[in-house]
RNA sequence: GCGGGCGUGGCGGAAUGGUAGACGCAGCGGACUCAAAAUCCGCCGUCCUCACGGACAUGUCGGUUCGAGUCCGACCGCCCGCACCA
């Protein structure tokens, strides 16, 4: 697709830039073969674009590449500031989308920025390559998850290439490559050994169809995301990382990550969930099972004496144990075993109970006990998978009260009630209030007060004590997966679980595999699980279960550092390198990932692998892109290309004309295939519009709306920058003095400098967008000026500046701008430093200050930059506007506010 | 329920407590053109006024201040995250 009657072809010596000859003006015909040559989807504005993309983009890019302009080495020599900017990597889903297109550019303005400031900038790209969607592809069309893998690999490269982003691509790797998951099994050994890795039994969500564990968000009102079977809950063996040893740290250190959105660290700190109060043992009246007590959490010990009923999970030891002689109690626990855990099925499940007819001692009141209930509101995980119900004070204890018709004494009285008269309705009191009805408590504030005193005679009596108590629960790594990287270990009869010599890493995925069965075709695999133990030499069985994917991508951000090495990664350069200086991602990632990368990078850390505890010292969250959707009479969802829009704002159907009902924008997606494919955009606009478009509209951290109208408008607003270059005047010798023009024309230029850094600085491309607009817009007006040497030159550095401020951000079209303004010089742009303001040069010779008589305005004096007070109020005064507003009055009070504002404060 | 964020023209948005609406998109008018596109110039919050100018205006109500989109309080609306977490 080349532009062949135009563009010359490239330079023999890609190296000289000089020798592009980048565009012909002039003897070549102007419209003819670009006419024909153009898409056929161009739209009329491209007819005649002087700016050639088709050609300068894959040009500039060869030369890059040629130069090695973004290539870093492992451990530098060159004594350069480090900056390591990364973007969330990729999932090979096929083809890149606009989100990508976001991620990245967003990415690559820090990066060019970062490099233009000095910085040696680390900036890789890599694949995020091990997951689901290739086993349903192989499920689906019968490709081999591997093959549909590396082709879209492939693919997304070829588009992010297409880009122009400034990476590293050396340092490229995919996950699904043994040579990166065989050193993830090295670090999971690592890990068993320093105690940071377990197996045991917990309970799953199963899919019974298609026989595999399902994460809760896989279970879509109680049942399987794929089979649609019911989900049940299975207890299963999986293999553990203990994230939970970390849990105060990880909240703690949430305070020094100032670089991050306060948002993330909350949602962090809600997650890791932090709660102080007792765990304490109730003693049973008479044993079951060998069972003769149960031990409870609680937050509000302050309450024990507003128990009405002990309540144990489903799951609980106690109720295995009465199930085992209660028929009722087993058909109930079964019952509550079938039941999803989706959160739409836990808010529309009623509170039910089964009363064991077992009793419990209150640890205060001597004689008095109270039934213990199986309860399927309570959670095995959370606390010790029993509570001690508190009805006046916990509005679920009191739902389930009010069902079974159990006692509701209050215990706490709010300020102000008569305790006479107070009963609990139906709202329970969970506020402060003074302590009742409880002993040695009463008259105690609940629960400042009353809290830490009932913990001291807990422990006085040695039925409990004080404790934290953690919502995060340890990280499940297991999973019955084929496209994962397998886990490290040989399961033998009389050894146990064994790990893998490190001699014999990695394990590798077998590539003969089918998927017309259910379950995890390693499982199935007629030899690949049978090996001899690596300890007893007698059979034994590989663990067939895969690591989730979440594990692949805790530690890639380390693997960049050193990605060729034949250790997971070189100690040097990670110490260099780590922590990322900027990491750039969607808010979707806020807790899982975020969260398991903290801790894996603690752990790397912990084994020797690493030196740091933070990995990502500055995190950006991009908003989503969005569309608008579309849809057809019969409510059929059509894309936009099926689709035009009017000008009175309403939309018809391409083709047929039929009437389009336009739906709000909202998030790309394929089912409501209002989706916009970058690799078009490029091909019909060039990387630089869609890039300068993703940038131009609005907030990086705000949702975006993608509209044709906006990329159009940075297709033009290139074209325009273009003609400024090319319609430059000859540069000449630095004049001796400027004139006013001239002088004009260096402030807006050196007070563009000053505000885009600033701008870029603070992440607020969208203002630095405007603000480059602001400065084409006074080099147009400087071109209307009538032509003088001292304007010339003064027009050169601006047209100069220009190229170098829009780089980070349109790099082909900037290259392009620098290279017909300096025709004869070898150099890229890329390699250029970052403009530098001249604050005398950008200092304003007169300013307007606003005259407000009592706050209002009233009017405006244009002043010399150095006016004294009394010049700037005599001025203020002999406005006609303001004199009039004055006239009569009597002046109290003058505020001045130099360079800004002037006020009068009248009498009366 | 708990936690957080956000409300500014037709739209996206800008604004260290100091001339609200920068900049862009859309729209309107004009120039160029046989015509259209492209390009260039101008207008563009609402109301009153021929105009000069004035009044109103940053979700609502109140407060602090010479001065509030910005700070404080209450309320309304929208969005997001977490959630039988004891």
Redesign the pocket.
């Given at each position: 697709m080349g532009v062949k009657g135009r563009a010359p072809a490239l330079c023999p010596n890609r190296l000289n830039p000089a020798g592009f000859c980048p565009i012909q003006i002039g003897p070549e015909p102007p419209i003819g073969p670009l006419a024909m040559n153009a898409p056929v989807t161009a739209p009329?504005?491209a007819?005649?674009p002087r700016y050639d993309f088709l050609s300068a983009e894959p040009r500039w890019q060869l030369a890059w590449e040629a130069r090695g302009c973004f290539h870093v080495e492992d451990q530098p020599t060159d004594g350069k500031p480090k900056y390591y900017v990364l973007e969330m990597f990729p999932y090979p889903s096929g083809r890149i989308h606009m989100g990508h297109v976001r991620n990245y550019t967003l990415g690559d303005v820090v990066a060019r920025y970062k490099r233009a400031r000095g910085y040696a900038v680390m900036h890789p790209m890599g694949w995020d390559a091990f997951g689901l969607p290739a086993e349903n592809a192989a499920r689906e069309r019968g490709v081999h998850p591997a093959r549909w893998t590396w082709d879209n690999i492939a693919t997304m490269r070829g588009e992010l290439k297409r880009m122009g982003l400034s990476l590293d691509w050396q340092r490229e790797f995919a996950t699904c490559d043994a040579a990166y998951y065989g050193h993830q099994q090295k670090l999971f050994l690592d890990l068993l050994r320093a105690g940071l890795a377990e197996r045991r039994e917990s309970w799953v969500n199963w899919d019974p169809v298609d026989g595999t564990v399902l994460a809760n968000e896989q279970v879509i009102d109680g049942r399987g995301w794929r089979s649609g079977a019911v989900v049940e809950k299975k207890l299963l063996s999986q293999w553990f990382l203990k994230i939970t040893d970390y849990a105060e740290e990880l909240l703690a250190a949430l305070d020094g990550l100032d670089r991050w959105p306060?948002?993330v660290r909350?949602?962090q700190a809600?997650?890791i969930?932090r709660?102080e109060?007792a765990r304490l043992r109730f003693a049973l009246d008479a044993p079951a099972g060998g069972i003769d007590g149960v031990e409870v959490?609680?937050?509000?010990p302050d309450t024990l004496f507003g128990m009405s009923f002990l309540a144990i999970?489903p799951e609980h030891p106690l109720a295995a144990a009465v199930a085992a002689n209660s028929a009722g109690a087993a058909a109930f626990v079964a019952e509550c075993r079938s039941m999803g855990t989706s959160?739409a099925a836990?808010?529309t499940?009623?509170?039910k109970g089964f009363d064991t007819g077992l009793r419990v001692r209150h640890p205060f009141i001597e004689g008095a006990t109270y039934p213990v209930w199986i309860a399927?509101?309570?959670?095995m995980?959370?606390?010790t998978?029993a509570?001690f119900g508190c009805p006046a004070h916990?509005q679920?204890d009191l739902?389930f009260a009010r069902k079974y018709a159990l006692p509701v004494p209050p215990v706490v009285l709010p300020a102000g009630q008569d305790s006479a008269g107070f009963a609990i309705a139906d709202k329970a009191f969970d506020g402060t209030g003074t302590m009742i009805n409880s002993g040695f408590l009463d008259g105690l504030t609940a629960p400042d007060a009353a809290k830490p005193a009932a913990i001291a005679a807990l422990e006085k009596l040695g039925v409990g004590q004080g404790v934290v108590?953690w919502?995060l629960r340890d990280w499940g790594v297991s999973r019955q997966r084929y496209w994962g990287c397998p886990i490290p270990v040989i399961h033998c009869d009389a050894c146990g679980a064994v790990p893998v010599p490190d001699a014999d890493l990695p394990v590798r995925l077998p590539d003969d595999v089918t998927f017309d069965a259910p379950g995890n075709p390693l499982d199935h695999h007629p030899t690949w699980k049978h090996v001899a133990c690596p300890r007893c030499g007698q059979p034994a069985r590989r663990e067939t279960d895969t690591f989730d994917t979440f594990v692949d991508s805790s530690w890639y951000f380390a693997r960049f550092c050193s990605p060729r090495s034949d250790a997971p990664m070189d100690r040097g350069a990670v110490d260099h390198w780590l922590p990322v200086d900027q990491y750039i991602g969607g808010?979707e990632h806020?807790?899982l990932h975020l969260l398991y990368a903290r801790f894996f990078t603690r752990a790397l850390t912990r084994t020797g692998h690493a030196g740091v505890d933070e990995p990502f010292a500055g995190l950006f969250t991009q908003g989503m892109v969005t569309h608008e959707s579309y849809r057809a009479a019969d409510g059929a969802w059509l894309s936009p290309d099926e689709v035009e829009k009017r000008?009175d704002g309403t939309a018809v159907q391409l083709g047929s004309g039929a009437a389009v009902t336009i739906g709000r924008s909202e998030k790309m997606s394929k089912s409501k295939r209002n989706t916009v494919d970058p690799g078009a955009i490029i091909a019909r606009f060039g990387a630089d519009t869609a890039r300068w478009f993703v940038l131009?509209?609005?907030?990086p951290d705000?949702d975006?709306?993608w509209?044709d109208?906006?990329a159009?408008?940075a297709f033009?607003?290139i074209?325009?920058l273009f003609r400024h270059v090319e319609s430059r005047p000859a540069g000449g010798a630095l004049p001796d003095s400027f004139g006013q023009p001239a002088r004009d024309l260096r402030r807006a230029t050196h007070r563009a400098i000053a505000a885009v850094t600033e701008a870029l600085e603070d992440f607020?491309f969208?203002?630095a967008?405007?603000r480059i607009?602001?400065f084409a817009?006074a080099i147009?007006e400087a071109e209307?000026a009538p032509p003088s040497a001292d304007l010339d030159w003064a027009r050169g550095e601006a047209l100069d500046t220009l190229a170098r401020l829009v780089s980070p951000m349109m790099p082909h079209l900037a290259e392009e701008m620098f290279a017909t303004l300096h025709p004869d010089a070898d150099r890229l742009l890329a390699e250029q430093p970052w403009p530098v303001a001249d604050p005398a040069l950008a200092a304003a010779e007169r300013v307007?200050i606003?005259v407000?008589v009592?706050?209002?305005?009233?009017g405006?004096v244009d002043v010399a930059v150095g006016a004294d007070e009394a010049t700037v109020l005599a001025a203020a005064i002999a406005e006609p506007?303001v004199a009039r507003?004055l006239e009569g009055k009597r002046v109290v009070?003058r505020?001045y506010?130099p360079g800004?504002?002037v006020?009068f404060?009248i009498a009366g």
């Open positions: 009329s504005v007819e005649a306060e948002r909350l949602m809600n997650w969930g709660s109060g959490y609680t937050t509000r999970a959160e836990i808010e499940t009623e509170k399927n509101f309570v959670l995980e959370y606390g998978g509570i916990d679920r739902d108590n919502r808010i806020a807790i000008p131009s509209d609005n907030p705000r975006m709306e509209t109208a906006g159009a408008g033009r607003f074209q325009r607020t969208n203002v967008v405007a607009h602001e817009n147009a209307r307007t606003a407000q009592m706050g209002k305005l009233r405006a506007n507003a009070k505020i506010v800004r504002i006020n404060v």
